[in-house]
């Protein structure tokens, strides 16, 4: 187990698109945890601005523990875009992605990530409840292991997408 002391990463800047769609991101999270789910949504953008698809988190819902939103959002887009179109697109998540979204991602051949609150902050949130802990792995760590470049910019607006997280994991 890691047991060295957590380092909170720096906040990235972003420009006005990034921000616009990691917004929608943190929306789509606000919206998942009024249904009773955890607070995480994400969306995929094309190039071009076409939105590839959104989806949030499930797991309350659907009593599924890998209805994770980065994962959903990919289940969405896989069938209906080619690899090429997938390369170009930036996936948003109102969070760091997991060990396992991050794997989807890999998979998915999504060239761009944007996150908002990352992994470590989120561990805070997290503690709340013994039984809620992740997998201390960075999404970095799975994208730096890829055979083509996946470019990871996060965290970023931290405390709007922190907000999501307050009082959500108490219970
Ligand atoms: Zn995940």
């Not at 921000?19 to 995480?40: K, S, T």
């Not at 959002?73 to 209906?80: E, H, N, Q, V, Y």
């Not at 997991?98 to 999504?110: D, E, L, R, T, Y």
């Not at 990530?113 to 902050?121: F, L």
Request: contains cysteine.
């Amino acid at each position: 187990m890691n047991t060295r002391p957590p380092v909170l990463p720096q906040e990235a800047a972003l420009d006005e698109r990034d921000g616009r769609y990691l917004r929608q991101a943190i929306a789509l999270a606000d919206r998942a945890r009024e249904r009773g789910n955890r607070p995480f949504g994400a969306l995929i953008v094309s190039a071009q601005g076409r939105l590839m698809a959104e989806a949030s988190n499930a797991n309350g819902e659907s009593g599924d523990c890998t209805a994770h939103a980065e994962l959903s959002a990919i289940r969405l887009a896989s069938p209906l875009f080619d690899r090429q179109e997938l390369a170009g697109a930036t996936l948003y998540s109102s969070a760091e992605p997991c060990v396992m979204c991050a794997g989807a991602i890999f998979w998915s051949a999504i060239g761009r990530v944007v996150y908002g609150i990352d992994a470590v902050r989120l561990r805070v949130f997290r503690g709340e409840r013994l039984d809620q802990k992740d997998a201390e792995l960075s999404c970095r760590d799975v994208f730096d292991a890829s055979s083509h470049a996946i470019e990871c910019i996060g965290p970023a607006l931290i405390a709007e997408a922190s907000a999501s997280h307050e009082g959500a994991w108490k219970r």
